[in-house]
């Protein structure tokens, strides 16, 4: 994809873009050279844009860029003192054991293998890792939990549901089985809730799902989960 899709604008205003990342293409510039959601957002809006939040890339949803470095750097605070509320939803091909639950342990990055290792124990260069699921809604095959992140380490998500033998449909390098055609994994940023710039406002933004068979299958369920209260 080498043109900005306008369906992709969830908001606007003075300080930042909120976007819905497509599946497999790069939330921002990497290794391979392909264009990503930054650039395509750069180009069609003819400015720098700077990333807020970055997802990997065989993820998609909410992804927010700055218009300017004061923005950057405000947005950015908020998400280091965890005031950006970050929800996900995944399909994984195996369901957990109890319904709802916490997954609180260390998460170490092995950057020669570009993965990510959950443990319940700390060990050397580990940082804690902490999150809650539910589970949403079931298929023939597949299930759909519901994620609060509430620390955000590389990969983070997807060696939790690794460690519970809940692997993301798709996510071959956490244990699934196969790959999607598409180079996706089922793992979508449904909404962030955070203050806006300069008011007293908070924003709400939803990220509709990927156009797929079982993602739609699953659409009740996920707007059924952003529209709860609980956080």
Known sequence: MNVFPESALLYEDKDILVLNKIPALPSVADQSGDPSMQQLAEDFFKQKLFPVNRLDRPSSGVQILAKNSSAAAFYSRLLREKKI??????????????????????????????KSFFSLEKTKNAKSASSHYQL????????????????????????????????????????????????????????????????????????????????????????????????
């Open 85 to 114: 509320i970050k929800k996900y939803v995944a399909i994984t091909e195996k369901k957990p054991l109890e319904q709802e639950g916490s997954i609180e342990g260390w998460i170490t990055v092995d950057k020669k293998k570009g």
């Open 136 to 231: 949403l809604s079931s298929s023939d095959n597949y299930f759909l939990l519901g994620i609060e992140l509430i620390t955000g380490r590389q990969h983070q998500i997807r060696a939790q549901l690794s460690f519970l033998n809940c692997p993301i449909k798709g996510d071959v390098k956490y244990g699934a089985r196969r790959k999607n055609k598409d180079r996706s994994i089922c793992l979508h940023a449904l909404w962030s809730e955070f203050p806006v710039l300069g008011g007293d406002e908070v924003i709400r933004i939803f990220a509709p799902l990927p156009q797929d068979a079982l993602w739609h299958f699953f659409h009740s369920a996920a707007v059924a989960f952003f529209n709860t209260k609980k956080n």
